[in-house]
């Protein structure tokens, strides 16, 4: 079955850096976009970056831009997020998730399969 497992998560302070990954398995990956989300308490989920399945497009919320990188590696079925300049607004639950389409959305709702999420908290 599809599984994608994040990792990289951790408790960081402001102006520090965190690189997550996110290991994809049971589906052919290079055929597959990648997006990753975040979702912090009561508030809704919301787009960080995505990323065409080539690598070669990649889509950035303004809030992330320039702090953070979306990448992939599709010989190790991987996509990062690497993460610096952090701020205590970047707290939330980040999940990865998998479009079979060679481009990249922000739209969840085209997202076929997601990870568990991992946590991310920034302290002031």
């Known amino acids: 079955q599809v599984q994608l497992v994040e990792s990289g998560g951790g408790l960081v302070q402001a102006g520090g850096s965190l690189r997550l990954s996110c290991a994809a398995s049971?589906?052919?990956?290079?055929?597959?976009?990648m997006g990753w989300f975040r979702q912090a308490p009561g508030k809704e989920r919301e787009f960080v970056a995505a990323?065409?399945?080539?690598?070669?497009?990649?889509l950035y919320a303004e809030i992330v831009k320039g702090r953070f990188t979306i990448s992939r590696d599709n010989a190790k079925n991987t996509v990062y997020l690497h993460m610096k300049s952090l701020n205590p607004e970047d707290t939330a639950v980040y999940s990865c998730?998998?479009?079979?389409?060679?481009?990249?959305?922000?739209?969840?709702?085209?997202?076929?399969?997601w990870g568990q999420g991992t946590q991310v908290t920034v302290s002031s």
């Open positions: 990323i065409s399945w080539s690598g070669g497009y990649t």
């Open positions: 998730a998998a479009h079979r389409t060679n481009s990249a959305s922000v739209n969840y709702n085209l997202y076929d399969y």
């Open positions: 049971g589906l052919p990956f290079s055929v597959y976009a």
